[in-house]
Protein backbone atom coordinates (compact mmCIF):
# COMPACT_ATOMS: atom_id res chain seq x y z
CA UNK A 1 0.00 0.00 0.00
CA UNK A 2 2.77 1.92 0.91
CA UNK A 3 4.65 1.62 -2.36
CA UNK A 4 1.38 2.81 -4.41
CA UNK A 5 0.76 5.89 -2.07
CA UNK A 6 4.20 7.15 -2.65
CA UNK A 7 3.93 6.23 -6.48
CA UNK A 8 0.97 8.10 -6.96
CA UNK A 9 2.14 11.30 -4.87
CA UNK A 10 5.68 11.04 -7.29
CA UNK A 11 3.03 10.85 -10.82
CA UNK A 12 0.76 13.64 -9.36
CA UNK A 13 3.92 16.12 -8.54
CA UNK A 14 5.64 14.89 -11.52
CA UNK A 15 2.11 15.84 -13.39
CA UNK A 16 1.75 19.21 -11.71
CA UNK A 17 5.34 20.41 -12.46
CA UNK A 18 4.64 19.08 -16.17
CA UNK A 19 1.71 21.23 -16.68
CA UNK A 20 3.47 24.31 -14.53
CA UNK A 21 6.28 24.18 -17.73
CA UNK A 22 3.13 23.35 -20.25
CA UNK A 23 1.56 26.36 -19.10
CA UNK A 24 4.70 28.64 -19.00
CA UNK A 25 6.70 27.90 -22.22
CA UNK A 26 3.61 26.58 -24.50
CA UNK A 27 5.82 26.97 -27.25
CA UNK A 28 9.00 24.74 -26.94
CA UNK A 29 6.94 22.72 -23.86
CA UNK A 30 4.94 20.17 -25.91
CA UNK A 31 7.95 17.80 -27.16
CA UNK A 32 9.09 17.48 -23.67
CA UNK A 33 5.66 17.18 -22.68
CA UNK A 34 5.54 14.31 -24.91
CA UNK A 35 8.49 12.87 -23.23
CA UNK A 36 7.44 13.32 -19.92
CA UNK A 37 3.89 12.25 -20.45
CA UNK A 38 6.01 8.99 -21.93
CA UNK A 39 7.82 8.47 -18.75
CA UNK A 40 5.23 9.03 -16.47
CA UNK A 41 2.65 6.59 -17.86
CA UNK A 42 5.17 4.11 -18.24
CA UNK A 43 6.13 4.60 -14.33
CA UNK A 44 2.28 4.09 -13.76
CA UNK A 45 2.30 0.66 -16.04
CA UNK A 46 5.24 -0.86 -14.05
CA UNK A 47 3.08 -0.28 -10.94
CA UNK A 48 0.10 -1.89 -12.57
CA UNK A 49 2.57 -4.50 -13.23
CA UNK A 50 3.99 -4.61 -10.11
CA UNK A 51 0.35 -4.63 -8.54
CA UNK A 52 -0.36 -7.76 -10.65
CA UNK A 53 2.80 -9.40 -10.24
CA UNK A 54 2.33 -9.08 -6.07
CA UNK A 55 -0.89 -10.21 -6.40
CA UNK A 56 -0.04 -12.98 -7.64
CA UNK A 57 -1.64 -13.08 -10.70
CA UNK A 58 -5.04 -13.20 -9.80
CA UNK A 59 -8.25 -13.10 -11.43
CA UNK A 60 -9.44 -10.21 -10.21
CA UNK A 61 -5.86 -8.38 -11.01
CA UNK A 62 -6.07 -9.25 -14.23
CA UNK A 63 -7.26 -5.49 -14.89
CA UNK A 64 -4.13 -4.72 -13.92
CA UNK A 65 -2.36 -6.46 -16.39
CA UNK A 66 -3.81 -5.56 -19.27
CA UNK A 67 -3.66 -1.56 -17.94
CA UNK A 68 0.27 -2.05 -17.29
CA UNK A 69 0.98 -3.45 -20.81
CA UNK A 70 -1.42 -1.31 -22.49
CA UNK A 71 -0.37 2.13 -20.94
CA UNK A 72 3.95 0.80 -21.39
CA UNK A 73 3.18 0.32 -25.17
CA UNK A 74 1.76 3.97 -24.70
CA UNK A 75 4.51 5.27 -22.63
CA UNK A 76 7.04 4.29 -25.39
CA UNK A 77 5.12 5.33 -28.15
CA UNK A 78 5.42 8.91 -26.69
CA UNK A 79 8.31 8.50 -26.10
CA UNK A 80 9.42 7.65 -29.88
CA UNK A 81 7.56 9.74 -31.89
CA UNK A 82 5.69 13.11 -29.96
CA UNK A 83 5.53 14.23 -33.38
CA UNK A 84 2.63 11.78 -33.96
CA UNK A 85 0.56 13.65 -31.06
CA UNK A 86 2.15 17.26 -31.94
CA UNK A 87 0.27 16.77 -34.66
CA UNK A 88 -2.72 14.82 -34.57
CA UNK A 89 -4.59 16.77 -31.03
CA UNK A 90 -5.30 20.02 -32.38
CA UNK A 91 -6.68 18.60 -35.76
CA UNK A 92 -8.43 16.00 -33.81
CA UNK A 93 -9.96 17.98 -31.19
CA UNK A 94 -10.82 20.65 -33.84
CA UNK A 95 -13.07 17.95 -35.58
CA UNK A 96 -14.70 17.19 -32.21
CA UNK A 97 -15.28 21.38 -31.88
CA UNK A 98 -16.78 21.35 -34.96
CA UNK A 99 -18.62 18.67 -35.05
CA UNK A 100 -19.91 19.80 -31.71
CA UNK A 101 -20.89 23.34 -32.85
CA UNK A 102 -22.93 21.71 -35.86
CA UNK A 103 -24.97 20.15 -32.98
CA UNK A 104 -25.17 22.99 -31.01
CA UNK A 105 -26.64 24.94 -33.80
CA UNK A 106 -29.01 22.78 -34.41
CA UNK A 107 -29.93 23.01 -30.83
CA UNK A 108 -30.19 26.88 -30.93
CA UNK A 109 -32.75 26.37 -34.13
CA UNK A 110 -34.72 24.06 -32.09
CA UNK A 111 -35.15 26.48 -29.18
CA UNK A 112 -35.75 29.15 -31.35
CA UNK A 113 -38.69 26.99 -32.84
CA UNK A 114 -40.25 26.34 -29.41
CA UNK A 115 -40.26 30.34 -29.10
CA UNK A 116 -37.09 30.58 -26.36
CA UNK A 117 -36.34 34.36 -26.42
CA UNK A 118 -32.47 33.98 -25.92
CA UNK A 119 -31.80 31.43 -28.97
CA UNK A 120 -29.29 33.38 -30.45
CA UNK A 121 -26.94 33.61 -27.46
CA UNK A 122 -26.86 29.51 -27.88
CA UNK A 123 -26.46 30.38 -31.69
CA UNK A 124 -23.92 32.44 -31.50
CA UNK A 125 -21.70 30.16 -29.22
CA UNK A 126 -21.90 27.42 -31.19
CA UNK A 127 -21.00 29.51 -34.41
CA UNK A 128 -17.74 31.28 -32.28
CA UNK A 129 -17.55 27.14 -31.45
CA UNK A 130 -17.09 26.23 -35.06
CA UNK A 131 -14.93 29.12 -36.03
CA UNK A 132 -12.85 27.84 -33.62
CA UNK A 133 -12.85 24.39 -34.58
CA UNK A 134 -12.42 25.17 -38.01
CA UNK A 135 -8.76 26.76 -37.40
CA UNK A 136 -7.41 23.92 -35.40
CA UNK A 137 -8.26 21.95 -38.25
CA UNK A 138 -6.46 24.01 -40.98
CA UNK A 139 -4.34 26.31 -38.53
CA UNK A 140 -3.50 23.58 -36.29
CA UNK A 141 -0.16 24.72 -35.25
CA UNK A 142 -1.31 28.42 -34.38
CA UNK A 143 -3.87 26.81 -32.18
CA UNK A 144 -1.21 24.77 -30.43
CA UNK A 145 0.38 26.82 -27.88
CA UNK A 146 -3.18 27.98 -26.41
CA UNK A 147 -3.67 24.08 -26.63
CA UNK A 148 -0.74 23.39 -24.93
CA UNK A 149 -1.56 25.88 -21.95
CA UNK A 150 -5.44 24.61 -21.41
CA UNK A 151 -3.51 20.54 -21.31
CA UNK A 152 -1.09 21.99 -19.20
CA UNK A 153 -3.69 23.33 -17.18
CA UNK A 154 -5.45 19.81 -17.01
CA UNK A 155 -1.99 18.56 -15.81
CA UNK A 156 -2.19 20.60 -12.77
CA UNK A 157 -5.71 19.93 -11.89
CA UNK A 158 -5.21 16.16 -12.41
CA UNK A 159 -2.05 16.41 -10.31
CA UNK A 160 -3.13 18.33 -7.66
CA UNK A 161 -6.15 16.25 -7.01
CA UNK A 162 -4.76 12.55 -7.24
CA UNK A 163 -2.44 14.33 -4.38
CA UNK A 164 -4.85 15.75 -2.16
CA UNK A 165 -6.78 12.06 -2.35
CA UNK A 166 -3.65 10.23 -2.12
CA UNK A 167 -2.94 12.45 1.32
CA UNK A 168 -6.74 12.21 2.24
CA UNK A 169 -7.44 8.20 1.33
CA UNK A 170 -3.93 7.91 3.20
CA UNK A 171 -4.75 9.61 6.61
CA UNK A 172 -8.38 8.10 6.35
CA UNK A 173 -6.80 4.75 6.27
CA UNK A 174 -4.30 5.42 8.96
CA UNK A 175 -7.49 6.46 11.14
CA UNK A 176 -8.48 3.66 11.41
Known sequence: MKTIRNSLMLTS???????????????SALKLACGLIGLVTLWYAAVKLLAYWKG????NQRF??????????????LLVTPQVLVSIIP???GVY????????????LDMKALGYEKWWASLAAALVLAIFGVVMIFRPFKAVETLVIFIGLGFVFDGVNTLVNTIIADRVYRDR
Open 91 to 93: VTL
Open 56 to 59: GGAY
Open 64 to 77: DLFFGVLLGLLGIF
Open 97 to 108: ILADSVSAVKKA
Open 13 to 27: VLYILLGVVMILMPG
